[in-house]
C-alpha cells in the first residue's frame, strides 16, 4: 500500500492566478498520476509524472497549462495556470501500489476558481 | 477519454437491500477494477478481477466479468449507510500502465 499526503484539500482562486498542488508519497514510486475530475464526472488523466524526465500529457492537456514537478521518487507537484471558472474540479493524485496495478489516491484537492 | 460507461448513473435503495452496480468497456483488458469515492475526495481501491477470472469476492462484495460482453457487474450486499458513494470501474489494457475510468454510480442508501 502507499499514503499520499495531497494539499491543500481545497482552495478558492481567482480567475488569472495559479495554484500549486503538492503531492507527498511515504515510499518511493516510479510513476505518480495526476487526474482531473469535473463537477459530477469521471476522472480524467493529465498526465504521468516520472522522477527525472519531463511528464507524459495526456490529449487536451499542455505543460504550459498544467506544469509538473517531479524533484524525488516521493514528491510531485501539478501546477495549474491562469486559471479560470472551467478549471474547477477536484484535482487528484495517484500511485501504483506493489504489483502496479492498484492505484492509491490522495484526498484531493477541491479547486474553486471565481 | 473514458473506457467503461456506468449504469446506472444515480441508485437509491434501503439499507439492508443489495445494490448491484454495471460496468461495460471497449477494450480487449488486463484487468477490471472497482473503487469507491466518498464525497468527493480520493478514491479507494475495492477489488480487482483479471481477465482471465469470471467473478470474485472480497467481504459484501461480489464482481462478475464477462469478457465476451465487455461487462462487469458488482454487488454489495446487505447495504450499510455508510455504503453511501460514488463507485467507478477502472480498466487497464494489455500493454498500457495507465487506468482509464468509468462514468460511476452514485449510490444512495437510505436508512
Known amino acids: 500500500s502507499a499514503v499520499i499526503s495531497q494539499k491543500p484539500s481545497r482552495d478558492i482562486c481567482q480567475r488569472g492566478t495559479s495554484l500549486t498542488i503538492q503531492c507527498q508519497v511515504d515510499s518511493q514510486v516510479t510513476m505518480m498520476f495526476w487526474y482531473r475530475q469535473q463537477p459530477g464526472q469521471s476522472l480524467t488523466l493529465i498526465a504521468t509524472?516520472?522522477?527525472?524526465?519531463?511528464?507524459?500529457?495526456e490529449s487536451g492537456f499542455v505543460i504550459d497549462k498544467f506544469p509538473i514537478s517531479r524533484p524525488n521518487l516521493t514528491f510531485s507537484t501539478l501546477t495549474v495556470s491562469n486559471m479560470s471558472p472551467e478549471d474547477s474540479s477536484i484535482y487528484l493524485c495517484?500511485?501504483?501500489?506493489?504489483?502496479?496495478?492498484?492505484?492509491?489516491f490522495g484526498s484531493g484537492t477541491q479547486l474553486s476558481v471565481l | 477519454s473514458q473506457q467503461g460507461e456506468e449504469d446506472p448513473q444515480a441508485l437509491s435503495i434501503q439499507e439492508g437491500e443489495n445494490a448491484t452496480m454495471n460496468c461495460s468497456y471497449k477494450?480487449?483488458?488486463?484487468?477490471l477494477q472497482w473503487y469507491r469515492q466518498n464525497s468527493g475526495r480520493g478514491l479507494v481501491h475495492l477489488i480487482l478481477?483479471?481477465?482471465?477470472?469470471r467473478e470474485k469476492h472480497s467481504g459484501r462484495l461480489r464482481v462478475t466479468l464477462d469478457t465476451s460482453k465487455k461487462s462487469s457487474s458488482l454487488l454489495i450486499t446487505a447495504s450499510r449507510a455508510a455504503d453511501t458513494a460514488s463507485y467507478f470501474c477502472?480498466?487497464?489494457?494489455?500493454?498500457?500502465?495507465?487506468?482509464?475510468f468509468g462514468t460511476g454510480t452514485r449510490l444512495t442508501i437510505i436508512p
Open positions: 477494450t480487449s483488458i488486463n484487468n
Open positions: 509524472a516520472n522522477q527525472g524526465s519531463e511528464a507524459t500529457y
Open positions: 495517484s500511485v501504483y501500489g506493489g504489483g502496479r496495478e492498484k492505484l492509491f
Open positions: 477502472a480498466t487497464i489494457s494489455f500493454g498500457n500502465e495507465k487506468l482509464t
Open positions: 478481477i483479471r481477465s482471465n477470472e
